[in-house]
């Protein structure tokens, strides 16, 4: 299947500064990317969805300004945890969409804000 | 909403027993159903898929059945293997975003 990486695969942060995480597609263009965020012993719940050069669409309850998301290429999408909070403290899976149906997951980033 | 309800786990079972993790949705229309497993420090891989009612998914020996009247998508296999431990993600797929279950940690005793 499809390969999609993410960097870094763990931060440890202070409160108050900001993360990125990269999530890159390596074989194939994903026209859509999806970020979720997993915490322990739950489901993953859906972030936000983006889609290449437009903003990406926020589910409700994500904060927009807080989780900044920019999907600059085919195969690669950022997201930006701004002024982190211990609160943000969680697991952040990503995946791009090669065609309809098909998702390919990233191994995920484990956040600790300190 | 959508909505997606699995086995609580973690199950722990011996080699070549057989298994089982239960599945149950609640969607509008008729939504696409997956199952993701999720290896210690990878990233969720499909493991097999059905997109309509009384299609079975299988893969690696695993099956699935789309039950509509039942609303349900259980998992099973027949003889596990040490090499299955992993969590497994129940899934389905309405209009346009995938919906997870919490998952099931699965493990298998030599």
């Known amino acids: 299947g499809a390969v999609v990486s993410q960097h870094p695969s763990r931060v440890i942060c202070k409160s108050g500064t900001s993360v990125k995480i990269e999530c890159r597609s390596l074989?194939?263009?994903?026209?859509?990317m999806f970020w979720y965020r997993q915490f322990p012993k739950k489901s993953l719940m859906l972030m936000a969805t983006s889609n290449e050069g437009s903003k990406a669409t926020y589910e409700q309850g994500v904060e927009k300004d807080k989780f900044l998301i920019n999907h600059a290429s085919l195969t690669l999408s950022t997201l930006t945890v701004t002024s982190a909070h211990p609160e943000d403290s969680s697991f952040y899976i990503c995946?791009?969409?090669?065609?309809?149906?098909?998702?390919?997951f990233g191994p995920g980033t484990r956040l600790t804000v300190l | 909403g959508d909505s997606v309800t699995q086995m609580e786990g973690p199950v722990t079972l011996s080699e070549e027993a057989f298994l089982t993790i239960n599945c149950t949705y609640t969607?509008?229309?008729?939504?696409?159903l997956f199952w993701y497993v999720q290896y210690p420090g990878e990233g969720l891989q499909l493991l097999l898929k059905a997109t309509k009612a009384d299609d079975k998914g299988s893969n690696k020996g695993f099956e699935a059945t789309y039950r509509k009247e039942t609303t349900s998508f259980h998992l099973e296999k027949g003889s596990v293997q040490v090499s299955d431990s992993a969590v497994y993600f129940c899934a389905l797929r309405g209009a346009q975003k995938l919906v997870f279950g919490q998952g099931t940690r699965l493990t298998i005793n030599p």
């Open positions: 969607a509008t229309g008729y939504p696409s």
């Open positions: 995946s791009g969409e090669a065609s309809y149906n098909e998702q390919f």
């Open positions: 074989d194939f263009q994903a026209t859509t």
